[in-house]
């Protein structure tokens, strides 16, 4: 079956050995990150790719497994592309319903909050091979790089929403369509009273009347 | 196959045939076999590590991992490595069992087990490891003493391999896991000849070239033909006691991984 033994291993290795050079860079985060690592949390991989690996803390380095863990802390079950968007930062990953709970929900919370902390110093990494002032250098450009990339996504989005809703009306919008959806809970509420009235009023009048003590 | 690779049937004269067991390709008493082989490990004990990153081009590392993340070993356990060599799982199992745990070291030569001693202490490894020269037929340690035991390409080497199957056995507690790391049979017909010309072409010049004796080396891809396929292997162990046997073929067969578990 596709990864085998061999490849599952290459995997784990240099998952393992980013992640914590990765966290050699970042004193707090990985303090953090090994906190919420009080025992072995679990990642199952849905459809398409079936693949469990499991985060072990090990001393002061974390260590990564394709098996199972026997007692899992908490196991997260999700899609590759959930895991990917959680890894970016996405919190919405648990309220959607993108990626399964199971174990405890408050180690849960610390893993995300631990994952969301980690800044890794690239700068000082790449420092230690280039020197500090190429380092710098090519830290800030990178940095700008990433700060412009993320900027022109943000203003293309929300060009694009103005577009669809705005300009070309194939969309209504937003708070138009809030406004609508504001009514219709008004008239649904409204229509639940109606009916509640009716159905009193329809009440046979001859009805005995409660006793009295 | 050449002629190379095809068993000699050349039985020691006046040997009975119960009395004999293979060493490479070559028939030899019993009793002589864990002599020769401590001697072609005496021969290479200098530069196993070296060699075996060079024969393999590295993929044993992650043969050795597999193992590890498979063992299920956690703080607390106690392990037992035969055959352990130049400490490599060891040296995983001890970072594992952490300090309330201990592992044991164990393999028949005093050389390999030298050259591992030294390793592990060379990279702080110390507490929590015990080193004991012995041989994986007779083990000297009580009835129900090890969380998990392994043995990784030892017991190809072991003249009687059931036996030692049986000790091993013996020695792990109820619920405790026996693996054995081993060359294999390559499920692929096209793999399994480039292997055979590997094996019997370069690895001997490798040996050759590295480690000045190109003896041992051969030896080592003939006793790997000589080696149990997957299943007798599982069948073996299934004899030996042990009950939800199963084999993870890795690198297409060239390897295989042989798990079972004390009832």
């Known amino acids: 079956m596709f990864p085998g033994p061999t490849l599952l291993s290459a995997m784990t290795a240099v998952v393992e050995g ?21 025992g072995p949390v679990q990642f199952t991989l849905t459809a398409p790719l079936h693949l ?3 985060l072990i803390q090990n001393h002061d380095r974390v260590c990564v497994s394709s098996q199972p863990a026997e007692t899992a802390a908490l196991e997260l079950t999700g899609k590759p592309m959930a895991f990917a968007a959680l890894a970016g930062g996405d919190d ?37 091979h280039l020197g500090d002032v190429p380092a710098h250098f090519i830290g800030q450009r990178i940095r700008g790089a990433v700060k412009w990339s993320r900027q022109a996504f943000s203003v293309l989005n929300a060009n694009i929403e103005e577009y669809v809703h705005e300009e070309s009306r194939t969309l209504p919008g937003r708070r138009e369509l809030e406004a609508t959806f504001e009514d219709i809970d008004q008239l649904s ?7 509640a009235r009716l159905s009193l009023l329809e009440r046979p009048t001859n009805a005995e009347p409660p006793e009295t003590p | 196959m050449s002629e190379q690779q095809t068993p000699a049937n050349d039985k020691q004269a006046g040997t009975p045939q119960d009395d004999v067991t293979h060493f490479g390709f070559r028939n030899v008493p019993k009793t002589q076999k864990a002599g020769q082989v401590a001697e072609v490990f005496h021969s290479v004990a200098g530069k196993y590590d070296l060699m075996n990153d060079l024969m393999s081009m590295g993929v044993h590392r992650l043969w050795k991992r597999f193992t590890i993340e498979l063992s299920g070993v956690r703080p607390g356990h ?84 059931d ?37 019997f072409n370069a690895l001997p010049l490798m040996g050759q070239l590295f480690a000045g004796d190109s003896e041992s080396y051969k030896y080592l891809a003939e006793s790997i033909r000589m080696h149990p396929d997957q299943d007798t292997l599982k069948g073996m162990m299934e004899q030996a006691g042990l009950v939800n046997c199963k084999y993870y073929n890795m690198t297409g067969g060239i390897v295989a991984l042989h798990v079972g578990i004390k009832p």
């Open chain 1, 92 to 128: 919405q990953v648990f309220q959607q319903g993108r990626i399964d709970v199971t174990g405890d929900a408050a180690l849960a919370h610390q893993f995300q909050r631990a994952l969301n902390q980690l800044d890794p110093d690239w700068e000082a990494a790449l420092a230690t």
């Open chain 2, 78 to 161: 106690q392990v037992l490595d035969i055959a352990g060599g130049t400490g490599d799982l060891t040296m995983k199992f001890s970072d594992l069992v952490g300090t309330s745990g201990k592992v044991v070291l164990a393999d028949i030569n005093a050389s390999m087990l030298q050259v591992g001693r030294g390793r592990l202490m060379d990279r702080g490894y110390a507490g929590n490891i015990d080193y004991v020269q012995a041989d994986a037929e007779h083990l000297p340690f009580p009835d129900n003493s090890f969380n998990a035991v392994s043995i990784a390409f030892g017991l190809r080497n072991v003249t009687d391999k």
């Open chain 1, 189 to 195: 509420l409204q229509t639940d009273r109606l009916e």
């Open chain 2, 163 to 199: 036996q030692a199957l049986r000790d091993m056995t013996r020695t792990l507690k109820p619920g405790g896991k026996l693996m054995v790391l081993e060359f294999s049979k390559p499920t692929n017909p096209l793999l399994n000849k480039a292997y055979d010309m590997y094996s």
């Open chain 1, 52 to 54: 469990t690996f499991t």
């Open chain 1, 18 to 38: 980013a992640l914590n050079r990765a966290l050699e860079l970042d004193p707090a985060g990985r303090k953090a990150l090994l906190g919420a690592l009080t």
